[in-house]
């Protein structure tokens, strides 16, 4: 669960720099509308002043507001998945949903980003940017 709530929230601040803003405002007023519809405005507000801070530190090239945006909101996410785990699964389509908005900030290299995997046993990981076809086995 914390890797889908650390990605989530990652794509979430990654997304609001992007022309989808609307959409990942949406969003995630949606998930929160599901069990605290009266705290949508609220987090709606949130996410607009959110989207400026996050504007005005790229505008300036401090990474580190970024990072605790980032950190803000996988709380925020953590506090609402622990308390209402039925979501997980609309999380997931929200995290979808936002990655597709980043790629090409990525390539533009706006966005930074790393994986890291643990293989053992006989296990095999695959790590890419970007698409991956694995053909066969």
């Known amino acids: 669960m914390d890797e889908l709530i650390l990605a989530a929230a990652s794509a979430l601040v990654g997304a ?40 005005a530190s790229r505008r300036a090239g401090d990474a580190e507001v970024e990072k605790g945006l980032v950190s803000d909101w996988q709380r925020k996410l953590r506090r609402l998945m622990a308390a209402h785990p039925e979501l997980t ?40 940017g970007r698409d991956q076809f694995i053909i066969g086995k």
């Open 16 to 55: 609001m720099a992007t022309d989808g803003w609307n959409e990942v405002r949406s969003g995630v007023g949606a998930l929160w509308r599901r069990v605290h519809p009266d705290r949508v405005p609220a987090i709606e507000s949130e996410l607009d002043e959110v989207r400026h801070e996050l504007l």
């Open 89 to 128: 699964a609309e999380l997931r389509l929200l995290l979808e949903e936002w990655s597709r908005l980043l790629p090409a900030a990525r390539l533009a290299g706006e966005q930074n980003f790393s994986q890291v995997a643990v293989v053992t046993g006989h296990g095999t990981a695959n790590q890419v």
